[in-house]
């Protein structure tokens, strides 16, 4: 129903630069996520789509109407957009019940009674919080609530349902129930969906392609499994995956169009297939960079298994959790976390060996910080 | 891609279309055209004024066309300012009310000030009983205009020097006049009304600090007096200073009280010198005395926040909502106890007592007994007086009485509502425009008229209004109701204001977004979605002003013609007069009208305490 285009939004507070040059398309029917830390313009970016707040440069299109026009000074007033928007606070006036709250944009639309009144009771039973019609907002607990600003939100029809930060005010069980019925929601729907939140596994989990935002500007825009798999910088693979990435800082040399690390963890090579087209790295001389390991792709066996890329080393602590443990390991200087799928527990300082797989590593230039070596999406031989 | 964090956006060429839209874009938000409309407003009901006051003061006007050898009407002088500053009169008129006004002043701060943290802290902190009770008569004597304190002050302590004796002198006990009236009096009466500040100020600090700061302090093996030194008072001390810097601009600026007390022995301070100059001449001498009224207010109010600004922000809130303990001060209770009930007899019960007693006696002083009293006052007609001195019917059968009820009422309705409703848009413009050039300037221009005392302020106004301006555009408005429901509008500016932001503040501006993006307009969000969020604060914010306005005598003192005389001023006039059992009444029927007022305000929650002097 909908296809945004952002182009070259540019925008200031002041002399305060907080959107630069941010350009994006998202497709029909999409659910895009824009992520990142907070204060990286993710929110910002999401009111300049809504129309509350007027970006200095750049155009935006929705379905090929131009909405902001920023070199003529033209923004579309919000209400014209066809999108709707559901708050961070959820901003429901408290002072009108649920059904007044739904019913709200509808009765400004000018529909008649009857159809308001079909249109807010198919909203509410999209949330599933029909009985509570009634109600006023404090007199609901917080899921509800938030269930009640979705419900405002997509009783009106929207092309284009912008959430920002919906779930960051539940407590950790809710906002699973959330996410699943969120995602539902999208499907039965249909509608394009903008995403904000800082959640990187509410990212990963719900959206179809994800934007990450850096310091106003948008680092890469992938599939959660792209994103997850080969995320284009230090700070990117940092931010997404929970327990986080490991980086091995090593050394590697690219000759004959193979890439050979050295580190504590091992010595590699990787072919010229491996490498991201595009980005740059020294050629015949040696060069710092950082090998980066996800904590499931490390499996400790406590007998030397005698395979290739085996490494002893010693363990630091282990977390058992329950469904999996959480080892942190020793080897020469690096320290790095393993994730076991299993009831396990170790001995501080006993002896073990990883099993590693370079597929699946990623390598990084450490003057760039950027990603110089893919890993694979899906595992060949193991 | 190391790129500048600070850097503006691009200018860009201005074309037909940009200037079309942005023009567009600017009127078509409702939003602007309010905020352009109160910035003009806000300019002509305070820069103007002050500006016009200004230039009186360098302008010859007609009164002292003879003074002036050779001056013509409107010529540009310095007569006014030196005839303040550098003649023979100087000492008299300007050094010595000074002096006067700094010595009420400090002495005002000095005993105000640790009397009114005294009774926070045993009020919040100490295990004194009987608090609830307490903390309510503590306030009581607050809610008193302190005109109607001084009114009692004289019911007590009048002597002959007035005409008629007070309790005292009637009782054979000789009261001199250094005692009934004068700098004494004044200071007893304004500690009376101005401890409140300190008392208001610290107990809201107090309340703020965890008590888990001073339990630590006993865990680390302090006793009590060394836990109060250390810890509880260094962290009020910001308080402490605000109230104080409060306490001395107030006292400095006040009229009524000095006016009451002082002027029947000639004893002037800078605000009662001030209104003589004004009502007579030369009035440009006037005006520069109020000038220089406002500089000395400004410089305290500008000391405060050189001092204070800084360390306000102690962040003493805890994060647990924990019950502070209470210190317990053992057998020095009772003595305290005692110490409080003393002075809420001195300071409210007494007082009112004989205020209320002394509208019943036919020869004040007179004592109590069944033949000296009468109901003359209230009800009486000069055909029956009992005593021929008297001058005026019983209040109620008193024409002047009830037109300056009626007038008293009318105004403070009609002004608390303009005010109220003026608030809540300024706090609308300066919450929504936080940040912005517009929401500061508003906030700026707004907070002017709190930097003048009341009676400095008047004397703007009656220099701007007491003739016509361009031509009759801006007509004489002097002996006018209008002039003083204007002056007592712009003067609660701050205040209502203050009250429209923190009011404003609790309607996120999500709420208003969020019905933006469902197609309200802005006339629509305002009526939908911030005036019923907003109704309780406003009433609240009503209230106060109301009570205010009613009882305020600084303000309107200058403007005051007799066919516009409030219950304040009548009572102020008859209180000069032979009889002051009829301004007693009227300042009693004034106290039942403000507590009425008070009650009622306290339903729509309004809080006592963020009431003005």
Redesign the interface.
């Given at each position: 129903m909908s296809r945004i285009e952002l182009e070259h939004i540019?925008k200031?507070y002041?002399?305060?630069?907080v959107l630069?040059d941010i350009n994006l398309t998202i497709e029909d029917g999409e659910f895009m996520t824009l992520l990142g830390p907070s204060g990286c313009g993710k929110t910002t970016t999401l009111r300049v789509i809504?129309?509350?707040e007027a970006p200095?440069?750049g155009i935006m299109k929705m379905d090929d109407h131009v909405v902001i026009n920023a070199?003529?000074?033209?923004?579309e007033e919000?209400?014209k957009r066809g999108?709707?928007?559901v708050?961070q606070?959820y901003?429901l006036?408290?002072?009108m019940t649920v059904f007044e709250n739904v019913a709200?944009?509808l009765r400004?639309?000018k529909f008649s009674r009857k159809e308001i009144e079909e249109k807010v009771m198919t909203a509410l039973k999209t949330m599933r919080i029909e009985e509570y019609r009634g109600r006023y907002p404090n007199e609901l607990s917080g899921g509800q609530q938030q269930r009640v600003a979705i419900a405002?939100a997509i009783a009106?029809n929207p092309k284009l349902l912008l959430l920002d930060e919906p779930l960051s005010n539940l407590d950790a069980r809710l906002r699973i129930d959330m996410r699943a019925e969120l995602k539902r929601m999208h499907q039965e729907t249909g509608t394009t969906i903008i995403y904000v939140t800082h959640d990187q596994v509410e990212a990963m989990t719900m959206s179809t392609r994800i934007a990450l935002f850096k310091e106003g500007e948008i680092a890469q825009i992938a599939t959660p499994l792209e994103i997850y798999t080969n995320p284009v910088d230090l700070v990117a693979a940092d931010f997404i995956g929970n327990p986080r990435i490991n980086f091995i800082d090593a050394t590697a040399i690219y000759e004959n169009d193979t890439l050979k690390v050295k580190s504590d963890l091992g010595n590699y090579e990787f072919g010229k297939d491996t490498m991201k087209e595009g980005e740059e790295w020294p050629v015949g001389t040696e060069f710092a960079c950082v090998l980066g390991v996800r904590p499931e792709n490390v499996d400790i066996v406590e007998q030397d298994p005698g395979v290739p890329f085996t490494v002893e080393c010693s363990i630091y602590a282990s977390q058992p959790a329950g469904s999996e443990t959480i080892v942190a390991l020793t080897a020469g200087k690096a320290e790095f976390l393993a994730i076991q799928k299993s009831i396990a527990d170790y001995a501080i300082n006993q002896k073990v060996w990883v099993v590693l797989n370079p597929e699946k590593m990623n390598v990084f230039n450490k003057d760039s910080g950027r990603l110089i070596k893919l890993a694979a999406l899906k595992t060949s031989n193991k | 891609m190391s790129k500048q964090k600070k850097e503006g956006p691009r200018r860009k060429p201005l074309t037909k279309v940009r200037l079309k839209n942005y023009v567009l874009n600017v009127l078509g938000n409702p939003f602007n055209v309010i905020v352009f409309f109160s910035l003009i407003m806000l300019f002509c009901l305070i820069v103007i004024p002050v500006l016009t006051m200004l230039q009186t003061t360098f302008v010859v006007a007609k009164a002292e066309l003879r003074s002036i050898p050779g001056a013509q009407l409107g010529d540009y002088t310095l007569f006014y300012w030196k005839y303040l500053l550098a003649s023979p009169l100087t000492k008299s008129i300007l050094w010595q009310p000074f002096l006067h006004s700094l010595i009420i002043g400090f002495f005002v701060t000095v005993i105000a000030i640790p009397l009114g943290a005294v009774l926070a802290w045993l009020m919040i902190r100490s295990d004194i009983p009987g608090k609830k009770l307490l903390s309510l008569l503590i306030i009581v004597p607050y809610m008193i205009p302190s005109w109607c304190k001084a009114l009692s002050w004289l019911a007590v302590f009048r002597n002959a020097t007035s005409g008629s004796k007070g309790l005292l002198t009637g009782l054979g006990i000789p009261i001199p006049d250094w005692m009934a009236y004068g700098p004494f009096a004044i200071i007893a009466v304004m500690v009376m009304h101005y401890y409140a500040f300190s008392y208001i100020m610290v107990s809201g600090s107090l309340r703020s600090i965890n008590s888990e700061l001073e339990e630590m302090g006993e865990i680390q093996g302090a006793n009590k007096v060394q836990i109060l030194r250390k810890i509880t008072f260094p962290l009020v001390l910001p308080a402490i200073l605000s109230a104080a810097i409060m306490t001395i601009s107030k006292s400095i600026g006040s009229y009524g009280v000095a006016a009451n007390l002082g002027n029947r022995i000639s004893y002037y301070v800078l605000a009662t010198r001030m209104k003589e100059f004004i009502n007579d001449s030369p009035k440009g001498v006037g005006y520069a005395m109020s000038l220089l009224m406002i500089l000395l207010a400004c410089g305290t109010i500008f000391a405060n926040q050189k001092m204070v600004g800084v360390r306000k922000s102690y962040a003493t809130i805890g994060g647990k909502g924990t019950r502070s303990n209470l210190i317990k001060i053992g057998k020095a209770k009772y003595g305290l106890l005692v110490f409080i009930a003393g002075f809420l007899v001195i300071a409210m019960v007494m007082p009112t007592f004989v205020l209320v007693m002394e509208s019943f006696q036919i020869y004040t002083g007179g004592g109590y007994g069944l033949s000296n009293l009468s109901l003359y006052a209230w009800i009486g007609s000069l055909d029956k007086a009992p005593l021929e001195a008297y001058a005026y019917n019983g209040i109620f059968k008193n024409s002047e009485f009830i037109r300056a009820l009626l007038n008293t009422i009318k105004l403070s309705i009609i002004a608390s509502i303009l005010t109220a409703f003026s608030g809540q848009f300024l706090g609308y413009i300066s919450t929504r425009g936080r940040g912005k050039w517009y929401g500061t300037l508003v906030e700026q221009l707004v907070f002017i008229p709190y930097l003048m005392p009341a009676v400095a302020f008047a004397a703007i106004y009656f220099a701007m209004f007491s003739q016509k301006r361009l031509g009759g555009l801006i007509p004489s408005l002097y002996g006018t109701f209008a002039l003083i429901l204007l002056v007592s509008v712009v003067k609660h500016f701050p205040f209502a204001s203050r009250s429209g932001t923190a009011n404003m503040l609790q309607i996120s501006t999500e709420l208003e977004e969020a019905a933006e993006i469902a197609g309200a307009s802005f006339w629509r969000r305002i009526g939908k979605i911030v005036i019923p969020l907003a109704k309780n604060g406003f009433v609240s914010g009503f209230m106060l002003v109301f009570i205010s306005i009613a009882k305020e005598l600084d303000l309107i003192a200058i403007l005051m013609t007799p066919r516009n005389y409030t219950l304040s001023y009548l009572a102020f006039e008859y209180s000069k007069s032979l009889m002051p059992q009829c301004a007693d009444a009227i300042a009693i029927v004034m106290l039942l009208f403000i507590l009425l007022c008070y009650r009622i305000a306290n339903r729509f929650g309004a809080d006592i305490s963020k009431s003005w002097g």
């Open positions: 540019d200031y002041g002399d305060n630069h630069r809504s129309g509350l200095q440069e070199n003529e000074e033209f923004y919000p209400s999108l709707n928007l708050f606070s901003a006036w408290p002072h709200f944009g400004i639309k405002r009106t | -």
